[in-house]
């Protein structure tokens, strides 16, 4: 395991046999797993699922992966960063023990597959509380109304850092993923949606109103408030406010 990759391999077996039980895999199943690492995840999780695909970033472990695991199991050194999921064959659930350096960028890429049923990973628990987090609260943030417009999520445990070697500095947490069927309000352009959100939580101090009037010339509701007072669904209503202002003021110059 090499630290630059900023993998902490789980070794307590029972942390390890309740996130497959979390998972509720059954026979069908096509697992992505990433950061296999020594494979103690990866074995059990073969013995349930129809076909495991492992990504592995680290060289160091791809032999010895190869060696121990069996046919169902699809071991592919690569940044999972940098795969296209829909070249993979299609998975339906995951089950991760994530590197932390890589948690965001790739909850935002899973949250954008269409195709699983569900997650369970394990994060570092701050990060996991921020997934969760309400509004008013310092850990609310952009990935907080991200994952509540795209999923059910819950933290099932927490891992204490002795779970893991080398041990982190932080404790880490289990967390179940659930995509939403269709997201919990309407958002007339989803791609402004998220870069409105991108950028109040960019300026958390300031008022929303003047940061809005400066980007996008549109007077808002709420204007008074702090993005960390607003609810997913408030900012949701911000988004359809713009987006329809937008397309008026277009209307007008064509």
């Given at each position: 395991?090499?630290?630059?990759?900023?993998?902490?391999?789980?070794?307590?077996?029972n942390v390890?046999?309740r996130?497959?039980k979390?998972?509720?895999i059954?026979?069908?199943?096509v697992?992505?797993?990433?950061?296999?690492?020594?494979g103690?995840?990866?074995?059990?999780?073969?013995e349930?699922?129809k076909?495991?695909i492992?990504?592995?970033?680290?060289?160091?472990?791809i032999?010895?992966?190869?060696?121990i695991?069996?046919e169902?199991?699809e071991?592919?050194?690569?940044?999972?960063?940098?795969?296209?999921?829909?070249?993979?064959?299609p998975?339906?659930?995951?089950?991760?023990?994530?590197?932390?350096?890589?948690?965001?960028?790739?909850?935002?890429?899973?949250?954008?597959?269409?195709?699983?049923?569900?997650?369970?990973?394990?994060?570092?628990?701050?990060f996991?509380?921020?997934?969760?987090?309400e509004?008013?609260?310092?850990?609310?943030?952009?990935?907080?109304?991200?994952?509540?417009?795209?999923?059910?999520?819950?933290?099932?445990?927490t891992?204490?850092?002795?779970a893991?070697r080398?041990?982190?500095?932080?404790?880490?947490?289990?967390?179940e993923?659930t995509p939403?069927?269709?997201?919990?309000?309407?958002?007339l352009?989803?791609?402004?949606?998220?870069s409105l959100?991108?950028?109040?939580?960019?300026?958390?101090?300031?008022?929303?109103?003047g940061v809005?009037?400066?980007?996008?010339?549109?007077?808002?509701?709420?204007?008074?408030?702090?993005?960390e007072?607003?609810?997913?669904?408030?900012i949701?209503e911000i988004s359809n406010v713009?987006?329809?202002?937008?397309?008026?003021?277009?209307?007008?110059?064509?």
């Amino acid at each position: 395991m090499r630290r630059r990759f900023g993998q902490h391999l789980l070794i307590d077996e029972n942390v390890v046999n309740r996130e497959i039980k979390y998972a509720e895999i059954s026979s069908d199943d096509v697992i992505l797993e990433v950061g296999p690492g020594k494979g103690i995840l990866t074995k059990l999780l073969a013995e349930k699922a129809k076909k495991v695909i492992a990504v592995e970033i680290d060289k160091d472990f791809i032999e010895y992966l190869n060696d121990i695991l069996p046919e169902n199991v699809e071991v592919i050194h690569a940044d999972v960063l940098k795969i296209d999921f829909f070249k993979l064959t299609p998975f339906n659930k995951v089950v991760a023990n994530l590197p932390f350096k890589i948690s965001s960028p790739f909850t935002f890429k899973l949250l954008n597959y269409p195709f699983f049923s569900k997650a369970v990973m394990i994060y570092q628990k701050e990060f996991a509380e921020r997934m969760v987090a309400e509004p008013h609260s310092k850990k609310y943030s952009r990935l907080t109304v991200a994952v509540y417009y795209k999923s059910y999520c819950r933290i099932l445990e927490t891992v204490p850092k002795s779970a893991f070697r080398p041990m982190p500095k932080v404790d880490a947490a289990i967390v179940e993923v659930t995509p939403r069927k269709k997201p919990p309000f309407p958002v007339l352009n989803e791609k402004l949606f998220f870069s409105l959100t991108n950028l109040l939580f960019s300026q958390r101090r300031k008022h929303i109103g003047g940061v809005i009037m400066k980007k996008y010339g549109v007077h808002v509701p709420f204007s008074d408030k702090r993005v960390e007072e607003l609810t997913p669904e408030e900012i949701g209503e911000i988004s359809n406010v713009i987006a329809e202002a937008l397309q008026s003021r277009e209307k007008l110059f064509n």
